[in-house]
């Protein structure tokens, strides 16, 4: 049984802005199509199932680091985007928010159906990962996200979130067809929560003689429930901290990006001709598709590919999300016609950030960096939710600046 670990959930209101959602619909969908056509349906399920994987995932798409809304407009784009070339990926997304993860069994069904697959065996699973999570887990949290993306094989990922208004938390869950055996013996593959008191999880492997004890009492008083807390953390500040980065790792994606006997190695890697800020970008993306799961754990790094839609890093950088768009489109696309060059240069690409990353001695000057983002935001066409319905005007960038300590600028 694998688990994968914990994340905090702040519960945040608001809606994405429809130019975030567009350019979401593009991206998301598109890094689960190079996942897939480097590693298949199986990686990109257990991915999926992976809570620092998937909180990457939103955070490199442009999102808030690590509030709620992650998991709804991350499920909500890779619904949008994928289902309709859901035959020809083989993936196919159903559910999600209030009346749409009411839909989810008349949705498996007709996948069943197309497929050749067991539907009502997709149902099942369906209906008991909710039922586990909202009444076999006493922790205050009802399920009001329910999304189940399942393979041409039958094989499926649920990621559902739900919400405790008065401790102003959310909470995800993460199941995987291949790691659960037992509905009743520890089938997560992971629940998000901050820790909060004694822990009762009567769907844990030890939990075996108090579920007997329970069926026991149950027969003779049927009006009692099986209920379980579990809880698990990820920080509630809004603003990204040094303390949440692993500085040495983005310190490679900036020397990579920035300095000259990188910069131009790297970009030849893509074999494309790029800007220092869109290779900071696709140097993030390429380790989404690409990197192990041990580089997931600060989930924070990847908002500095495309900021976050309430400036947290930094405003999100238009300019620079379209071109990441444009340059990983344009290799899968290639790579459909059986020049998989370009796409393989983000393999390239990932590696050689990490190779960096074990030579370089200095880490990335923080808050250098943040003000280098402010700065450089207006000419990248730098938005946020709170500049109303137009982009902030652009600007001519400002003087490049060492984002390391005590190096002259390159």
């Known amino acids: ?67 709620s809304g992650i998991t709804t407009s991350v499920v909500g784009a890779l619904k949008r985007g994928l289902n309709p070339r859901a035959h020809e ?20 069904r007709a996948i069943a159906d197309r497929e050749s697959l067991d539907g009502d065996s997709l149902v099942r699973a369906s209906r008991l990962t909710a039922k586990v999570d909202n009444n076999a887990i006493a922790d205050g949290f009802q399920i009001y996200l329910h999304s189940f993306f399942v393979s041409s ?19 995800r869950y993460h199941w995987h067809s291949a790691d659960v055996r037992d509905f009743t013996d520890a089938p997560h593959t992971a629940i998000h929560g901050r820790p909060q008191g004694a822990i009762m999880n009567l769907v844990d492997h030890q939990a075996l003689p108090a579920q007997n004890a329970i069926l ?23 603003e990204v901290r040094a303390a949440d980065v692993d500085l040495k790792r983005l310190g490679a994606i900036l020397a990579v990006s920035y300095e000259r006997q990188f910069h131009d190695f790297a970009s030849l890697l893509l074999q494309e001709n790029l800007g220092p800020r869109t290779l900071q970008s696709l140097a993030l993306v390429a380790e989404v598709v ?17 900021g976050g839609k309430d400036g947290h890093p930094f405003p999100v950088p238009l300019k620079i999300y379209d071109q990441s768009i444009d340059v990983l489109r344009t290799a899968l696309d290639s790579a459909r016609i059986g020049d998989t060059e370009k796409l393989d240069g ?29 700065q450089i935001s207006p000419s990248l066409g730098g938005r946020t939710v709170f500049d109303g319905r137009k982009p902030r005007a652009a600007q001519p960038a400002p003087r490049q ?5 005590d190096s002259p600028c390159t």
Not at 89 to 108: A, I, N, Q
Not at 290 to 306: E, Y
Not at 353 to 362: A, G, Y
Not at 401 to 405: A, D, K, T
Request: charged share 20%; net charge neutral.
């Open 346 to 374: 983000f393999a390239r690409l990932d590696k050689f950030v990490r190779q960096v990353e074990n030579h370089i001695e200095t880490e990335v000057d923080f808050h250098r960096l943040i003000e280098h983002e402010h």
């Open 153 to 171: 094989s039958g094989e499926w990922t649920v990621v559902q979130q739900g919400m405790n208004t008065s401790s102003g938390l959310a909470r």
């Open 89 to 108: 990926l083989g993936l196919y997304v159903c559910g999600g928010r209030g009346k749409h993860s009411r839909r989810t069994p008349d949705e498996l």
């Open 401 to 405: 600046m060492s984002l390391f300590p």
């Open 1 to 67: 049984m694998k688990r994968s670990g914990a994340a905090d959930l702040p519960l945040h209101g608001g809606h994405v802005p429809q130019w975030l959602a567009s350019r979401m619909t593009a991206l998301g969908p598109a890094i689960v199509e190079a996942v897939l056509v480097n590693y298949g349906h199986s990686a990109l399920l257990s991915r999926l199932s992976d809570p620092f994987w998937f909180q990457a995932l939103g955070s490199v798409m442009g999102m808030d680091w690590h509030s």
């Open 290 to 306: 690409h990197g192990a799961p041990t580089r997931f754990r600060d989930p924070a790094r990847f908002a500095f590919a495309h």
């Open 216 to 238: 026991s009492i149950a027969a003779e008083n049927p009006d009692r429930t099986l209920k379980e807390l579990h809880r698990l953390v990820m920080p509630a500040h809004h």
